[in-house]
């Protein structure tokens, strides 16, 4: 970072390619969507090319890289809650469900792993971003909470409250994945068939 400050054209380069991969788990599973994601993380690299400067070397080049992707998303996800659905007609919507029809019958997953990821993603949906960033950095990426409170700029403690306020929720939409016989129905919080 220091070497990017004084001017080396390839330090900030070598940095991103040095730490693209794992940023880009991050962003993937924290947003669900490669292409929000691509774009959450051309913003953050941006952000952190134009705050390198900034720099003070406090914590780990990693963590800083970690916590400018997180609110990156973040920022993603609230303009995406806020932006204003559009207007569609049942013609369109008829393409695009035929569409997206054929694209999962074209592509099935023998091992069945991919409708338990789609659960999963499913269920993080529905939780708060908070706990779903949270969640995302211990569990799915393997960040001890020291790290991830670093990351997320917040106390150990809060993240692990998030983490386990995080995984009740999520519990009734995955308790089919324990138990396989159970129906599925992740719109359910009970996780069942919706029947009480």
Not at 102 to 119: I, V
């Amino acid at each position: 970072m220091s070497r990017h400050a004084r001017g080396d054209d390839q330090a900030f380069n070598e940095l991103v390619r040095r730490h693209r991969e794992r940023m880009w788990a991050v962003a993937v599973r924290v947003l669900g969507d490669p292409e929000e994601a691509s774009d959450a993380l051309q913003d953050a690299f941006l952000s952190a090319f134009r705050a390198a400067g900034r720099f003070r070397g406090e914590a780990q080049v990693s963590t800083w890289l970690h916590r400018i992707v997180v609110n990156a998303c973040h920022d993603r996800m609230r303009r995406r809650m806020v932006r204003p659905a559009v207007p569609t007609d049942d013609a369109t919507l008829d393409v695009l469900s035929n569409e997206r029809a054929k694209a999962t019958a074209s592509t099935p997953d023998p091992s069945g792993r991919s409708d338990s990821a789609m659960d999963v993603r499913a269920a993080l949906d529905k939780i708060p971003d908070e706990q779903r960033m949270a969640l995302v950095l211990v569990d799915m990426m393997g960040y001890r909470v020291d790290e991830a409170a670093g990351i997320l700029d917040v106390a150990p403690g809060t993240v692990k409250s998030r983490c386990a306020r995080g995984r009740a929720r999520l519990l009734p939409y995955l308790a089919h994945l324990r138990n396989p016989e159970r129906p599925r129905d992740v719109t359910s919080p009970r996780g069942g068939d919706g029947r009480s």
